[in-house]
């Protein structure tokens, strides 16, 4: 994904919370528009507080973006204002937290029970990614300017079947 990083070490919260706010410079938000497919991201910022969590971490924030899109009705470029808030919960690769899949079983789902944990790749939390990834989460996949509604009625014609069967029987025949 992106080269924005933002990490700090599962080590370092041994010192106890960490907490961070996050702004990538012009240039990154351009890159960051090109990979997310929107037509501009003007502004994106974060505020994430990271603390210790049984052997891992978690992080909570919140973030604000103002992003470009393209209307999915008019073709448009339209501009919308994003918040949201961040809450997950990380641990290293090998915890016994982490939610173990073997393969071929049936894994059950309980809707209202909380995520299970990210497993992380190494020692190391990427603030900026998981940032960018809520930002994502949050994007409406079929934008629409507001306001704007999709209205579309086929043209009816009523045509007996006999009608369509002479049509194809043609003239003369």
Known sequence: MSDWKHVIRLADLARGTVSVRLEPDAETLGKLAKELNLEALLAFSGKLTVRPWLDGAEILGRY????????????????????????????????????????????????????????????????AHYLVEQLVLDLDPFPRKPGVAFDYTPAVTEESPFAVLKTLKGDGE
Do not use: K, N
Request: with cysteine; glycine share 6%.
């Open 64 to 127: 604000s973006a103002r992003v470009v899109q393209i209307c999915g009705v008019t073709l448009d470029p339209f501009e919308e204002e994003l918040e949201g808030e961040i809450a997950l919960q990380v641990v290293p690769p090998g915890s016994p937290h982490a939610l173990i899949e073997s393969e071929g079983s049936e894994i059950s789902l309980d809707l209202d029970a909380p995520d299970p944990p990210d497993v992380l790749e190494s020692e190391e939390i990427d603030l």
